[in-house]
Nanobody
Framework: QVQLVESGGGLVQPGESLRLSCAAS????????MGWYRQAPGKQRELVAT???????NYEDSVKGRFAISRDNAKNTVYLQMNSLNHEDPPDYYC??????????????WGQGTQVTVYS
């Protein structure tokens, strides 16, 4: 079994920062991609940022220059540094990992989500 556990969500005012963390654990052989997605109420989940095992990153346009994704491969952990948060940023953030398990299966796994609320 594989588990992804997010942490770091919370309440912030516009312009403030938060750092999300997501740790993957379980029967993991290797993680290829790790990333963050987010979702607004009534809307589809959207990509925020991904980083593959080679270090290549991909960002959604509205977060470029504000958010930064990083990985600690030794800890199977991905981070999302979010700066200059504003009311347009959706509240629900999900971690994702594309990986091979110890049983030679391949798939996408998701965390349970963490909330980021921008208030004023």
């Amino acid at each position: 079994q594989v588990q992804l556990v997010e942490s770091g969500g919370g309440l912030v005012q516009p312009g403030e920062s938060l750092r999300l963390s997501c740790a993957a654990s379980g029967s993991i052989f290797t993680i290829v991609d790790m990333g963050w997605y987010r979702q607004a109420p009534g809307k589809q989940r959207e990509l925020v940022a991904t980083k593959n095992s080679g270090g290549a990153t991909n960002y959604e346009d509205s977060v470029k220059g504000r958010f930064a994704i990083s990985r600690d491969n030794a800890k199977n952990t991905v981070y999302l540094q979010m700066n200059s948060l504003n009311h347009e940023d959706p509240p629900d953030y999900y971690c994702s990992a594309r990986l091979y398990t110890d049983y030679s299966t391949w798939g996408d796994y998701w965390g349970q989500g963490t909330q980021v609320t921008v208030y004023s």
